[in-house]
């Protein structure tokens, strides 16, 4: 890693304004779906594909574009992520269900370029060459609080402006595009921090991204990473559905509730980081079995509410699967970050925050299954699947 020839403390500020700022572009649309079900007439396999398509994006370019940032740089690839993001917004304002899925889809590919190759960036310039002040684990938290936020602001300022501005599908999204716009310009001024020298390494080498196969990433990283949007997309893109579904008054306020779950969910994901961070500091079992255990716990409340009529029950299970989404993200960025080798660490990152997106898929399978049982149904049957993973990370000693 290249080091600046005096500490440049704050020079990670505009690459963590551009993870938020990508990370809202990301996370607008999810606090919108109610209103497209609502004003559009989009059904709910319609709008679980509309959450998916976005991680078809997103996968392949974090595979990709994590290992090229560390072939050749961070700084190319977060600038063509923060291009892409605003293009992605520009056309989800045109409203027609093609341009919904090619922005979902740009959103994803911004997103994937981002997420490795800023969360690598902000972790180099957060390390003690540049701030000599900083303790283990600040570039993780940052990286993780930045793009939390921005999953969190997101959705809030979008659903709540949806829920009372007129042309609400298109002003919505006037926030993103504006505060877009505005992190471009540091985001050039930000310096590079991987050598020439390194940046050499040729691509076909960078891809190959052999820490994968370190025990502690498969045996602590792999299993826990998927919760991390299974968690968040139950909150944001199921239960608020289930409201509209079911009518009554409530549902006629059911855009602003679906902000506010949004807003809570992601906003309780942020606020735990820090404790988590602080249980994972010596070994990030701690912060992994937290994380599992709120997703449990989240889940089965998830399916008491989806069984019953009262709406009250989603304030509870955004808090404890918010708890869940901020605890294993930390603990698995944190752990990618310590086991990834120095020349692959945004390679691996990529690989982690591919693995959580595969939760992403949650709402798309779920709406599918209703078909062969309801959604409480469902919902114990992944909290099954929490508790086994809360179960794994509790008895294995092999990672030690």
């Known amino acids: 890693m290249s080091a600046p020839t005096t500490p440049r403390p704050r020079a990670w500020i505009p690459v963590a304004l551009t993870m938020f700022a990508i990370g809202w572009g990301a996370n607008q649309f999810v606090s919108l779906l109610v209103a497209y079900r609502r004003d559009e007439g989009l059904s709910a396999v319609d709008v679980a594909a509309l959450v998916g398509v976005y991680a078809l994006g ?20 977060l600038r063509a992520a923060a291009v892409v993001s605003v293009a992605a917004t520009g056309v989800l304002l045109l409203d027609h269900l093609w341009a919904l ?28 060459a540049w701030d000599p002040t900083t303790v283990p684990g600040t570039g993780a938290r940052r990286a993780a609080t930045a793009l939390s936020a921005g999953f969190g602001l997101g959705p809030l300022v979008a659903g709540l402006v949806a829920q009372w501005a007129p042309h609400a599908l298109t002003v919505a999204y006037l926030p993103h595009l504006v505060l877009a716009l505005a992190v471009l310009v540091p985001l050039w001024r930000a310096p590079e921090t991987v050598p020439r020298a390194e940046a050499a390494v040729p691509l076909r080498q960078a891809l190959r991204v052999r820490s994968v196969a370190r025990t502690r990433f498969r045996r602590l990283v792999v299993p826990v990473a998927p919760w991390v949007f299974t968690a968040a997309t139950v909150s944001l893109a199921v239960l608020p559905g289930l409201l509209v579904a079911r009518g009554g008054a409530a549902a006629d306020y059911a855009v602003a509730v679906n902000a506010v779950v949004a807003g809570l969910t992601l906003g309780t994901g942020v606020a735990v980081q820090p404790l988590a961070r602080r249980l994972a500091a010596q070994d990030t079992r701690p912060a992994a079995r937290l994380g599992c255990a709120a997703v449990l716990a989240g889940l089965l409340v998830a399916a008491g509410y989806a069984a019953s009529p009262a709406p009250w029950l989603l304030l509870p299970t955004a808090l404890l699967l918010g708890t869940g989404y901020g605890c294993c993200l930390v603990a698995g960025l944190l752990e990618t970050q310590r086991v990834a080798a120095p020349h692959e660490l945004a390679g691996l990152t990529g690989v982690f925050y591919a693995l959580t997106y595969l939760g992403f898929a949650a709402p798309l399978v779920l709406a599918a299954l209703t078909a062969v049982a309801p959604y409480p149904v469902l919902l114990l049957v992944l909290a099954g699947l929490a508790a086994a993973t809360l179960a794994w990370t509790s008895l294995d000693r092999r990672t030690g």
Do not use: C, K
């Open 58 to 77: 997103l996968i392949p370019a974090l595979l990709l574009l994590g290992p090229v940032s560390d072939a050749r740089g961070r700084s190319p690839v």
């Open 101 to 128: 899925y090619a922005g979902r889809l740009l959103a994803g590919v911004a997103s994937g370029a981002a997420f490795a190759a800023g969360s690598a960036w902000v972790r180099e310039l957060s390390g003690t």
